[in-house]
């Protein structure tokens, strides 16, 4: 027992308990958090939004770049405020890191924030319940293992209610891991190895999200293109395969896929973009850089030419495709010259949103040790030069958006009383003047503006019918 635990009363069981889930980073960690959220029910568990009402605290964090990696101890600072405000009441609080970071650093964060009571990592997450108890038995847990079962095999589905109240687009977690090894990332390391998972499971999962009102599905995977899970006929299918069974799903109006690397866009997924309409023309498919040097020491495995191919012959298959990316900027070795092409780059393939980044040398990855580390101020200004660029094709994209009219998916209400928040085909967020009733359906709407982050749009015949009214 550690003196950490003595005066932390754990909630009697059968009671009603309280978990708060924070998620950091990308989507499969907002996957993830449902997912743990799902299998904490059965013991009793309501998610609350607010930490010092919780009985059990969970950060599912990141640690692609060192900044999110040290949010998390700050956060954690945060919690034990919170925890020791409940334990001067009489109340105790569980305190879990779970995700990458726990993945990675695992014991270590014991003794960085001792106030933590778990750690899990995210091949484990069907074993939460057993862990927690684990943890409010009075014992530190750590679990960062790679069990051989799985993962989500065992993890409870959510009760249709629940599918309901998350909206009507929904996360499908298909692939995990990476074996691709960037030498900048550190996914291949917490992630694992790529596995698959098999199509008759998605399937599974892809009928009781539609059946409990989701139409629009956005595939996950570190690697989502590599996606080669097992068909029912026993044999490997890749995405392009496993996207056509899932536009055959009732109910299922919208696919999407992410994140993708270029090697592994195969004929096949191509074909689905020709062949689907359910696929939506919006395309994450992250480049890094422009530079061919920079692209070898980063282990890309394609150049910059292969690169627009790929994207000519996506653009063929589907005319309307539109494509964003990922562009890390001072990665070793990066001269004003390969900035420069990464620039060249972007003007050439033209991008309707973009992530960027500075570099940040991650422990263990092989780019943390490589020569000429580029300083930060250069960094910095690199990054607002890219930015700039990348910032004003997206305002354009937005701005071609007005006058046209577009399938829209109504998703929640909106900010203001009478406004409702959905997305267009190209993932753009869309506020229209709706009636609350037709969230969960696809729209027509026509853009009559665009905001900083927002397209505003209109009903065709609304203003006629209130006319008539
Ligand atoms: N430094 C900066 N950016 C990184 N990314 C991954 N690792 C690093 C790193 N070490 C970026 C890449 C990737 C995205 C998810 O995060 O652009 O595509
Ligand atoms: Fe990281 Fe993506 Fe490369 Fe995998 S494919 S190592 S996740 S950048």
């Known amino acids: 027992m550690t003196p950490d635990k003595t005066s932390a009363p754990s909630p009697a069981a059968g009671a009603a308990k309280t978990v708060f889930i924070k998620s950091y980073g990308c989507q499969m960690n907002v996957y993830d958090s449902q997912r743990m959220a799902d299998a904490l029910a059965p013991e009793g568990y ?47 609080m569980t305190i879990a890191v779970a995700g990458c970071v726990a993945q990675a650093e695992g014991e270590e964060i014991l003794k960085r924030a001792p106030a933590v009571d778990l750690v899990v990592g995210p091949q484990t997450y069907h074993r ?95 690697n989502v293109n590599a996606y080669h899970g097992e068909g029912p006929d026993g044999r490997s299918w890749p995405l392009g395969r496993l996207l056509a069974r899932l536009a055959e799903v009732e109910g299922v109006e919208r696919l999407r896929y992410t994140t993708s690397h270029p090697r592994d866009m ?52 589907r005319p309307d495709i539109a494509f964003s990316s990922d562009f890390i900027v001072g990665f070793p070795g990066e001269t004003e010259a390969d900035f420069a092409a990464t620039l060249r780059l972007i003007e050439d393939v033209g991008y309707a949103g973009a992530y960027s980044f500075k570099y940040s040398p991650r422990p263990g990855t092989p780019g943390a040790t490589l020569e000429g580390q580029v300083p930060e101020p250069v960094m910095a200004e690199r990054l607002a030069r890219l930015q700039a660029v990348t910032e004003g094709q ?50 027509p709407v026509t853009i009559v503006a665009t905001g900083t982050w927002s397209l505003y749009g209109e009903m065709p015949g609304a203003g006629e019918k209130e006319a008539v009214a």
């Open 266 to 317: 195969d004929e096949a997924l191509i074909a689905a973009h020709r062949d689907l309409p359910q696929l939506m023309p919006y395309l994450h498919l992250p480049v890094q850089s422009g530079s061919d040097r920079i692209l070898e020491a980063m282990n890309r495995r394609h150049d910059a030419a292969q690169y627009h191919r790929l994207v000519e012959r996506v653009r063929a298959a």
């Open 128 to 222: 939460l319940p057993q862990l927690v108890a684990a943890a409010q038995a009075s014992r530190k847990v750590v679990d960062t293992e790679f069990p051989l079962e799985d993962k989500f095999g065992r993890l409870p589905a959510a009760p249709r209610e629940k599918t309901r109240a998350r909206g009507p687009a929904a996360f499908l977690t298909v692939q995990e891991g990476c074996d691709k090894f960037c030498t900048f990332c550190v996914v291949p390391y917490t992630r694992g190895a790529e596995t698959s998972r098999p199509v008759e499971a998605i399937l599974a999962e892809a009928r009781r999200l539609a059946e409990a009102g989701v139409r629009e599905i956005t595939l996950l995977g570190q």
């Open 394 to 443: 997206q305002k354009a994209f937005n701005r071609e958006s007005v006058g046209r009219t577009m399938d829209v998916l109504l998703e929640r209400r909106g900010k203001k009383p009478g406004q409702v928040t959905g997305r267009s085909p190209w993932l753009q967020a869309v506020q229209v003047e709706a009636d609350e009733a037709l969230i969960g359906t696809v729209v």
């Open 46 to 92: 309501v998610e609350t939004a607010a930490v010092e009402e919780a009985d059990l605290v969970i950060l599912n964090t990141c640690h692609i770049r060192e900044k999110a990696a040290e949010k998390i101890y700050s956060e954690l600072g945060r919690v034990r405020l919170a925890r020791d405000a409940r334990r001067a009441e009489g109340r105790g």
